[in-house]
C-alpha cells in the first residue's frame, strides 16, 4: 500500500490571470515543484459575467476561452521559458476562479496563488479569490505576496 502511496501522482495547482501577482505565484510554485519532484498545473479560467442579467452580444469571432489560453501560455513561456524543467500540465476553465481554483485542487500537494489579481482593488492586501481558496482549500495553499511597484 505504501508503494501505491510513492507512485500517486504529485502534483502542485498554481492560479494564473496575468497579473503579477499570478506571475511570482507561478514563479514559486515552479521552485516548489522542482524541490518536490511534482507536477506543476498551471490553471487560468474565463467568464462571461451576467450579474446585470443580460450578456452583451459579442462579435462572432469571439473566443474567451482561447484569449484565456493565450494569456496562459504567455505567462508560462515568460516565467518559465520555453522549455520549462518541470512537468507543465495547462488547464482552463470556464468559471468563477475561486471555485475553479477549488475544484482542481482536490488531490493536489499545494495550491499556490498570488495575493491579488486582476479583479482586486488596488489597496487590497490578499485578494478575495486568495482569501477563499484559504479558507476552503482541500490541500495546502501558498499565497505569494507581490512587492507594491514604486
Known amino acids: 500500500m505504501r ?6 501522482e504529485r502534483f502542485i495547482v498554481v492560479g494564473v490571470d496575468g497579473s503579477e501577482p499570478s506571475l511570482q505565484a507561478l514563479k514559486w510554485a ?5 524541490l518536490t519532484g511534482a507536477t506543476l498545473r498551471v490553471l487560468t479560467c474565463w467568464e462571461i459575467s451576467t450579474a446585470t442579467g443580460w450578456a452583451p452580444s459579442f462579435p462572432v469571432d469571439y473566443d474567451p476561452e482561447a484569449i484565456a ?3 496562459l501560455d504567455d505567462a508560462i513561456l515568460d516565467t518559465l521559458g520555453p522549455t520549462p524543467d518541470v ?11 475561486a471555485p475553479v481554483l477549488l475544484a482542481a485542487s482536490a488531490g493536489a500537494d499545494l495550491l499556490v496563488v498570488g495575493s491579488r489579481g ?3 482593488f488596488a489597496g487590497m492586501l490578499i485578494g478575495s479569490v ?21
Do not use: I
Open 69 to 71: 489560453r493565450r494569456v
Open 130 to 150: 486568495s482569501e477563499h481558496v484559504v479558507r476552503h482549500a482541500p490541500c495546502a495553499v501558498v499565497v505569494v505576496h507581490c512587492p507594491k511597484p514604486e
Open 87 to 97: 512537468p507543465v500540465e495547462r488547464v482552463v476553465k470556464e468559471g468563477h476562479a
Open 30 to 34: 515552479h521552485g516548489q515543484a522542482r
Open 118 to 120: 486582476h479583479g482586486a
Open 3 to 8: 508503494e501505491a502511496a510513492e507512485k500517486a
